[in-house]
């Protein structure tokens, strides 16, 4: 049985650095991800936010690629991730798994 409501702290980690994002359930994490990479009307929104460190994810879905942007408690933008679309199959496949039935 998977417990969904346990706490999982996510970290970004590109160019051999890593830096704490936050934490949240993974039930949490993975219906917001899974929403925002399901619907590609188009226009910047709000994704998800993570506790603790207070991270924010905002994502804009384009044609050819989804972009999601991080911003710090701050509201400074520190990456940015462009999702083809191949990967988005998959990444929805991957957080399809982690959602309560």
């Known amino acids: 049985m998977r417990n969904e409501r ?12 890593s830096r704490p994002l936050g934490a949240e359930t ?6 917001h991800l899974l929403d925002f990479l399901s619907d590609r009307t188009p226009g910047l ?4 936010s993570l506790a603790e460190v207070h991270v ?3 994502g804009e879905p384009f044609p050819e690629r989804t972009t999601l ?3 710090d408690k ?5 990456a940015e991730l ?20």
């Open 74 to 78: 701050d509201a400074n933008l520190f």
């Open 82 to 101: 462009a999702i083809v679309d191949d990967e988005k199959k998959l990444w929805i496949q991957e957080l399809a798994r982690h959602m309560s039935t």
């Open 26 to 31: 993974l039930e949490y994490i993975a219906r």
């Open 6 to 17: 346990v706490w999982r702290e996510g970290r970004f980690v590109a160019a051999g650095t």
């Open 69 to 71: 942007h991080l911003q």
């Open 56 to 58: 924010s994810m905002h």
């Open 45 to 48: 929104r709000w994704v998800l």
